[in-house]
């Protein structure tokens, strides 16, 4: 029974670790935004734990426009359009996009 606990501790320490660095990654994607040195959908890839080829396929962007999107200066020229395929990808609207918005689900 000790082994058990011991493989538990070691499991759950590691998750925490893993956690610690996912939130370590969501806060410096926000201070990107912030700093306008990326734009929102840098943040929510983050927080939705996805990557470019991920979203790709949510949005049916290229992975390239994707990472062109991230770049403030692109993202606040994308049509209503584009955004909304962001914001149905991420599950969130347009508006909290924008602003950086989490509800939680």
């Not at 990654?25 to 700093?35: E, N, P, S, W, Y």
């Not at 990326?38 to 390239?64: C, H, K």
Request: charged content about 25%; glycine content about 4%.
């Amino acid at each position: 029974m000790a082994e058990q606990s011991i493989g538990w501790d070691v499991k759950k320490s590691a998750l925490e670790v893993a956690w610690g660095d996912i939130e370590k990654r969501i806060a410096a994607a926000k201070q990107k935004v912030l700093t306008n040195n990326a734009s929102p959908v840098l943040f929510f890839m983050e927080y939705r734990l996805m990557d470019t080829a991920i979203l790709a396929g949510y949005t049916g962007f290229w992975q390239w426009q994707i990472k062109r999107h991230t770049k403030p200066g692109v993202f606040n020229k994308l049509s209503s359009k584009t955004l909304q395929k962001y914001a149905d990808a991420f599950n969130i609207s347009i508006d909290d996009l924008k602003s950086m918005t989490v509800h939680e689900d």
